[in-house]
């Protein structure tokens, strides 16, 4: 069964510039979550899709946002990117349910310069 | 708003010393409990989770955790710590039925040889 996939596994944009960035979860996995990990924040959360629509939603400003697709692919986009933006974005799939744990992929280490 | 915290940011131990990482978390609720570990350039990846049941788990690589209803706790043990568990651990909260997982700011382990 193949992992969660992220791409691109790097990515390097300059400040000011918009950055999209894909997941693909688990096969027959309906949710997908996003997160940003930095040295200094450790993971801080900032959405959560199930079903193509947002179910959550972190303290992020709308400069990110994201979609779910129909085959549960999902994006995120980042918009007037700034040097604080730089981290690692990592996604997570998980089935439904209330009881569920998440699998994560290796992620997309992003650089804005 | 739910939160999770732990309370050491990097812990540095012997090998065969035992390790016992703080987690905490603030809701009142029905929670799911999770210890992730993510090793050096590697994703993270599941420890061992709680979700009802006796509260004390026992999960992958001898590690084991105690849930405290009492003390909103769970804390991650392990009794003898091996060169191979220098890694950074996180505790994260998964509370409701939206699958909004929360993550602790994660505790840097390593473990001298």
Same mark, same amino acid.
């Not at chain 2, 350039?41 to 979700?51: A, E, R, S, V």
């Not at chain 2, 999960?59 to 191979?84: M, T, Y």
């Given at each position: 069964?193949? !992992?969660?996939?992220?791409?691109p596994?790097?990515?390097?944009k300059t400040? !000011?510039?918009?950055?999209?960035l894909?997941?693909?979860p688990?096969s027959g996995h ?6 940003q990990?930095?040295? +200094?924040?450790g993971?801080?959360?900032?959405f ?6 947002q179910r959550?939603k !972190?303290n992020?400003? +709308?400069?990110f946002? +994201?979609r779910?697709?129909?085959?549960s692919?999902?994006?995120?986009n980042?918009?007037?990117l700034?040097? !604080? ?5 990592l ?23 | 708003a739910?939160?999770?915290s732990?309370h ?14 703080g ?6 609720g029905?929670?799911?409990?999770f ?7 590697q994703?993270l990846?599941l420890?061992l ?6 509260p ?16 909103f706790s769970f804390?991650l043990?392990k009794?003898s ?8 651990y996180?505790c ?8 909004d997982m929360?993550f602790g ?5 390593t473990v001298k040889?």
């Amino acid at each position: 069964k193949a !992992g969660v996939t992220q791409t691109p596994r790097y990515l390097i944009k300059t400040r !000011g510039q918009q950055v999209t960035l894909s997941c693909s979860p688990i096969s027959g996995h309906r949710s997908v979550s996003w997160y940003q990990q930095t040295p +200094g924040q450790g993971l801080q959360f900032l959405f959560e899709y199930f079903s193509e629509t947002q179910r959550n939603k !972190g303290n992020f400003p +709308g400069r990110f946002s +994201g979609r779910q697709f129909s085959n549960s692919r999902s994006e995120m986009n980042v918009s007037t990117l700034e040097l !604080g933006d730089s981290a690692l974005y990592l996604c997570a799939s998980s089935s439904q349910g209330t009881v569920t744990e998440a699998f994560f992929g290796q992620g997309t280490r992003l650089t804005v310069v | 708003a739910q939160s999770v915290s732990q309370h050491n940011h990097h812990v540095i131990l012997s090998e065969a010393a035992s390790l016992e990482l703080g987690c905490n978390y603030s809701y009142g609720g029905t929670v799911n409990l999770f210890w992730y570990v993510q090793y050096p350039g590697q994703h993270l990846q599941l420890l061992l989770k709680y979700f009802s049941g006796d509260p004390l788990v026992k999960g992958i690589k001898g590690f084991e955790a105690e849930f405290i209803k009492s003390k909103f706790s769970f804390n991650l043990r392990k009794p003898s710590v091996q060169w191979s568990d220098t890694a950074e651990y996180f505790c994260a909260v998964n509370a409701g039925a939206n699958n909004d997982m929360r993550f602790g700011a994660g505790t840097r382990l390593t473990v001298k040889p």
